[in-house]
Protein backbone atom coordinates (compact mmCIF):
# COMPACT_ATOMS: atom_id res chain seq x y z
CA UNK A 1 0.00 0.00 0.00
CA UNK A 2 2.62 2.46 0.85
CA UNK A 3 5.31 0.87 -1.63
CA UNK A 4 5.80 4.39 -3.67
CA UNK A 5 6.65 5.62 -0.82
CA UNK A 6 9.57 2.94 -0.15
CA UNK A 7 12.55 3.24 -2.50
CA UNK A 8 13.81 -0.06 -3.79
CA UNK A 9 17.85 -0.12 -2.96
CA UNK A 10 19.70 -3.33 -3.71
CA UNK A 11 20.34 -6.20 -0.58
CA UNK A 12 23.59 -5.99 1.21
CA UNK A 13 25.58 -7.08 4.28
CA UNK A 14 27.52 -5.92 6.89
CA UNK A 15 31.02 -7.31 8.89
CA UNK A 16 30.27 -6.75 12.71
CA UNK A 17 32.76 -6.92 15.63
CA UNK A 18 30.38 -8.28 18.09
CA UNK A 19 33.19 -8.21 20.46
CA UNK A 20 34.35 -5.10 20.52
CA UNK A 21 31.26 -3.40 19.07
CA UNK A 22 32.65 -1.85 15.46
CA UNK A 23 30.58 -2.16 12.29
CA UNK A 24 32.95 -2.14 9.02
CA UNK A 25 32.03 -0.06 6.54
CA UNK A 26 30.03 2.25 8.61
CA UNK A 27 28.92 5.81 7.21
CA UNK A 28 27.73 7.25 10.63
CA UNK A 29 29.97 6.51 13.78
CA UNK A 30 28.64 8.50 17.00
CA UNK A 31 30.91 9.20 19.36
CA UNK A 32 29.76 10.48 22.48
CA UNK A 33 31.98 12.07 25.00
CA UNK A 34 31.55 13.21 28.58
CA UNK A 35 31.11 16.27 27.35
CA UNK A 36 28.04 16.21 25.39
CA UNK A 37 26.45 14.15 28.42
CA UNK A 38 26.01 17.49 30.83
CA UNK A 39 23.03 17.87 32.43
CA UNK A 40 22.53 14.16 32.13
CA UNK A 41 24.04 13.02 35.40
CA UNK A 42 23.34 13.91 38.91
CA UNK A 43 26.26 15.23 40.27
CA UNK A 44 27.34 17.57 37.94
CA UNK A 45 30.88 18.49 39.54
CA UNK A 46 31.73 14.94 39.16
CA UNK A 47 31.33 15.27 35.54
CA UNK A 48 33.11 17.95 35.13
CA UNK A 49 35.89 16.87 36.94
CA UNK A 50 35.87 13.51 33.75
CA UNK A 51 36.02 16.50 31.39
CA UNK A 52 38.93 18.62 32.90
CA UNK A 53 40.85 15.99 34.76
CA UNK A 54 40.52 12.67 32.63
CA UNK A 55 40.25 14.19 29.05
CA UNK A 56 36.85 13.97 28.36
CA UNK A 57 36.26 9.79 27.81
CA UNK A 58 34.16 8.53 25.65
CA UNK A 59 30.82 7.48 27.33
CA UNK A 60 29.57 5.65 24.29
CA UNK A 61 29.98 4.89 20.03
CA UNK A 62 27.18 4.21 17.45
CA UNK A 63 27.73 2.48 14.33
CA UNK A 64 25.03 2.90 11.21
CA UNK A 65 24.95 2.10 7.38
CA UNK A 66 22.29 3.86 6.80
CA UNK A 67 19.59 2.93 5.34
CA UNK A 68 16.56 5.32 3.52
CA UNK A 69 14.57 6.61 6.79
CA UNK A 70 11.41 5.17 4.48
CA UNK A 71 8.32 3.15 5.72
CA UNK A 72 9.11 -0.65 5.26
CA UNK A 73 12.79 -0.22 5.91
CA UNK A 74 14.66 -1.03 8.93
CA UNK A 75 17.56 0.76 10.30
CA UNK A 76 19.94 -1.01 12.83
CA UNK A 77 23.13 -0.50 14.78
CA UNK A 78 26.00 -2.05 17.15
CA UNK A 79 27.12 0.37 20.12
CA UNK A 80 28.85 0.05 22.72
CA UNK A 81 28.64 2.33 26.42
CA UNK A 82 31.65 2.29 27.98
CA UNK A 83 32.15 1.10 31.46
CA UNK A 84 32.70 3.78 34.41
CA UNK A 85 31.35 6.63 37.20
CA UNK A 86 29.85 10.42 37.17
CA UNK A 87 29.93 10.33 40.92
CA UNK A 88 27.77 7.08 41.64
CA UNK A 89 26.25 6.91 38.76
CA UNK A 90 27.05 4.57 36.10
CA UNK A 91 27.80 5.54 32.73
CA UNK A 92 24.72 5.51 30.27
CA UNK A 93 23.52 6.99 27.35
CA UNK A 94 21.61 9.66 26.96
CA UNK A 95 18.15 8.15 26.17
CA UNK A 96 15.30 9.12 23.44
CA UNK A 97 11.78 8.75 22.23
CA UNK A 98 11.15 7.76 18.57
CA UNK A 99 10.60 11.36 16.67
CA UNK A 100 7.46 9.15 15.12
CA UNK A 101 6.69 7.86 19.21
CA UNK A 102 4.58 4.39 18.00
CA UNK A 103 7.69 2.60 17.04
CA UNK A 104 9.28 0.14 18.66
CA UNK A 105 12.94 -1.46 19.06
CA UNK A 106 14.82 -4.39 20.04
CA UNK A 107 18.20 -4.52 22.07
CA UNK A 108 20.73 -7.78 21.76
CA UNK A 109 23.17 -7.80 24.53
CA UNK A 110 26.16 -8.96 22.99
CA UNK A 111 28.49 -8.02 26.05
CA UNK A 112 29.04 -6.93 29.44
CA UNK A 113 26.11 -6.00 31.81
CA UNK A 114 23.83 -3.37 32.32
CA UNK A 115 19.94 -2.43 32.02
CA UNK A 116 17.48 -0.70 29.35
CA UNK A 117 15.82 2.18 31.53
CA UNK A 118 12.38 2.67 29.82
CA UNK A 119 9.75 5.32 30.82
CA UNK A 120 6.29 6.66 29.25
CA UNK A 121 5.14 10.25 28.80
CA UNK A 122 2.54 9.16 31.00
CA UNK A 123 5.00 8.62 33.91
CA UNK A 124 5.33 4.70 33.64
CA UNK A 125 9.13 3.33 34.48
CA UNK A 126 10.58 -0.17 33.79
CA UNK A 127 14.13 -1.40 33.62
CA UNK A 128 15.06 -4.69 31.70
CA UNK A 129 18.14 -6.57 32.19
CA UNK A 130 21.16 -6.34 29.39
CA UNK A 131 23.30 -9.54 29.65
CA UNK A 132 24.73 -11.48 26.76
CA UNK A 133 22.10 -13.11 24.94
CA UNK A 134 19.29 -11.15 26.09
CA UNK A 135 17.26 -9.77 23.89
CA UNK A 136 15.00 -6.08 24.95
CA UNK A 137 11.97 -5.45 23.26
CA UNK A 138 11.09 -1.33 23.61
CA UNK A 139 7.24 -1.36 23.26
CA UNK A 140 5.95 1.33 20.65
CA UNK A 141 5.78 4.69 22.66
CA UNK A 142 8.54 3.75 25.70
CA UNK A 143 11.90 6.48 25.75
CA UNK A 144 14.97 4.15 26.39
CA UNK A 145 18.35 4.75 27.98
CA UNK A 146 20.87 2.10 28.23
CA UNK A 147 23.26 2.01 31.11
CA UNK A 148 26.45 0.06 31.74
CA UNK A 149 26.52 -1.27 35.89
CA UNK A 150 30.03 -3.42 34.82
CA UNK A 151 32.89 -2.40 36.78
CA UNK A 152 35.78 -3.02 33.30
CA UNK A 153 33.47 -4.32 30.46
CA UNK A 154 31.88 -2.39 27.33
CA UNK A 155 28.00 -3.03 27.35
CA UNK A 156 27.55 -3.65 23.35
CA UNK A 157 24.50 -4.64 21.41
CA UNK A 158 22.98 -4.47 18.64
CA UNK A 159 19.56 -2.95 18.00
CA UNK A 160 16.55 -2.73 15.04
CA UNK A 161 14.20 -0.43 14.67
CA UNK A 162 11.95 0.95 11.77
CA UNK A 163 13.80 3.11 9.69
CA UNK A 164 11.23 6.44 9.76
CA UNK A 165 11.31 6.22 13.26
CA UNK A 166 13.84 9.23 13.43
CA UNK A 167 15.36 10.47 17.47
CA UNK A 168 13.07 12.41 19.94
CA UNK A 169 15.78 13.96 22.66
CA UNK A 170 12.23 15.57 23.97
CA UNK A 171 12.02 16.25 27.50
CA UNK A 172 14.88 13.84 28.76
CA UNK A 173 17.13 16.28 27.82
CA UNK A 174 15.52 18.37 30.60
CA UNK A 175 13.63 15.84 33.19
CA UNK A 176 15.69 12.87 32.72
CA UNK A 177 14.15 9.44 33.36
CA UNK A 178 12.05 9.15 37.11
CA UNK A 179 15.14 6.69 38.46
CA UNK A 180 18.67 6.66 38.27
CA UNK A 181 21.19 3.66 38.90
CA UNK A 182 23.66 4.25 41.19
CA UNK A 183 26.63 1.82 42.73
CA UNK A 184 26.61 1.67 46.12
CA UNK A 185 28.73 -0.59 48.25
CA UNK A 186 29.52 -2.41 44.76
CA UNK A 187 25.70 -2.82 44.09
CA UNK A 188 23.59 -1.66 41.55
CA UNK A 189 21.36 0.83 43.35
CA UNK A 190 17.78 2.01 41.46
CA UNK A 191 16.42 5.05 42.99
FE1 LIG B 1 15.59 4.11 19.84
Request: proline share 6%; net charge neutral.
Amino acid sequence: MQTQQTPLINPFGVELDLEKGLMRGAKNHLVRRASDMRGYYADAAALQRLIGEENDPVHYEVFEVPVPENYGHLMYCISTLRPGLVGQEYFMTKGHYHSIPNTAEIYLCLRGEGYMVMKTAEGKFATERMTRGRMVYVPPFWAHRSVNTGTSEPLVSFCAYPAEAGHNYGDIAVQGFPKRLFAKNGECVVA
